[in-house]
């Protein structure tokens, strides 16, 4: 595997680092390592003797273990640490955790946090790479990346004049912020509906359509991107009655049809079936949410790779 890397940031921290080039850059390199994943031995010496923390200060299935599966299938040896279990419970700072790890002379630490700007704290610390895996309500940019390798795939490359939706919690989703900014940059036209009490302040700011009504957010939609109610983010009174709440952003294949014939449905997961999507939809062949997963190894190793080899050097396999 030949790669000259353009990549040039120390760390991957918000969206606005990625330039369509870049962007395109790490979207080629992941369609290698798709191919690689899809072989019976799934692993390159690329990055051997590399090291990369796994710094999950809270819960993660996706991202956590595609991020360790992308580190081994690179050679990389992979930590994980977690806030139980870890002395983040005996009350030690981020700083001083993030020393503590920087000490053992990591390559990589892939961290997730509750705080907003956490990840880019320790960037500004620390001498290795820091890869934001989500923080708090601001970012989630490698979901992002994934999700849009996963488009590129589908709809071949092709972004302009296409038409997102994303659907429900969108104040506290990180996950709708960095998928705004990365697919309107590459040239996506981002709609967003949902329940009032869950749009986000200063959203007539946002580069996207508001919708007030589900029927017509659907109209013309190329993909509907669901998103899960954020309950462990919310303060209390912003939903009267969840089951009022699932009658009306649920959607359906009643609502689906509304949408252009061929209409990709995404989630990032985790799903809640019948509040977010219903079964039969999260089940049915427009839904990429088991490619988004899929999508998220490749990713992350096209991510890794451009961070450790981000001076020009030449790797090849
Ligand atoms: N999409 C996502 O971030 O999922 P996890 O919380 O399981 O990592």
């Known amino acids: 595997m030949e790669n000259t890397c353009i990549w040039p940031h120390k760390d991957y921290i918000d969206v606005n680092q990625l330039t369509p080039e870049l962007a395109n850059y790490l979207m080629d390199l992941a369609e290698q390592f798709r191919q690689v994943n899809n072989r019976q031995v799934k692993k390159v010496p690329t990055l051997r003797g590399r090291s990369v923390v796994l710094f999950f200060?809270?819960?993660?299935?996706?991202?956590?273990?595609?991020?360790?599966?992308?580190?081994?299938?690179?050679?990389?040896?992979t930590f994980a640490l977690g806030k139980s279990g870890s002395s983040l419970n005996k009350g030690e700072s981020l700083?001083?955790?993030?020393?503590?790890?920087?000490?053992?002379?990591?390559?990589v630490i892939v961290i997730r946090h509750s705080s907003s700007g956490a990840p880019k704290f320790l960037a500004d610390r620390l001498g290795c790479?820091?890869?934001?895996a989500g923080d708090g309500w601001h970012g989630h940019p490698?979901?992002?990346?994934?999700?849009?390798?996963?488009?590129?795939?589908?709809?071949?490359?092709?972004?302009?004049?296409?038409?997102?939706?994303?659907?429900?919690d969108i104040a506290h989703s990180r996950v709708a912020r960095s998928n705004v900014d990365l697919l309107t940059m590459m040239g996506v036209k981002v709609h967003i509906f949902g329940p009032s009490t869950l749009m986000p302040a200063g959203v007539e700011?946002?580069?996207v359509t508001v919708h007030k009504k589900f029927k017509e957010a659907?109209?013309?939609?190329?993909?509907i991107m669901c998103l899960r109610l954020q309950q462990e983010r919310m303060r209390g009174g912003l939903l009267p009655d969840l089951s009022e709440y699932s009658n009306t952003f649920c959607l359906t294949p009643e609502l689906l049809r509304l949408a252009k014939p061929g209409c990709l449905v995404m989630h990032p997961g985790p799903i809640m079936r019948g509040m977010d999507l219903s079964a039969e939809i999260a089940d049915s062949v427009e839904s990429t949410i088991l490619e988004q997963v899929n999508a998220g190894v490749a990713t992350r190793m096209a991510l890794l790779m451009?961070?450790?080899?981000?001076?020009?050097?030449e790797i090849s396999e």
Do not use: Y
């Not at 996706?62 to 690179?74: N, P, V």
């Not at 700083?95 to 390559?107: E, R």
């Not at 451009?306 to 050097?313: I, P, V």
């Open 218 to 223: 659907l109209e013309g939609k190329d993909a």
């Open 142 to 168: 490698t979901q992002a990346l994934l999700d849009l390798f996963t488009l590129r795939r589908r709809w071949n490359g092709e972004f302009k004049d296409k038409e997102l939706l994303i659907v429900g």
């Open 57 to 77: 200060s809270e819960d993660s299935t996706r991202t956590r273990t595609s991020f360790d599966m992308a580190g081994k299938r690179l050679s990389c040896d």
């Open 95 to 107: 700083k001083d955790t993030a020393l503590t790890l920087q000490a053992m002379n990591p390559d």
């Open 129 to 132: 790479s820091i890869i934001n």
């Open 306 to 313: 451009a961070l450790c080899t981000r001076n020009g050097q």
């Open 205 to 207: 700011t946002w580069p």
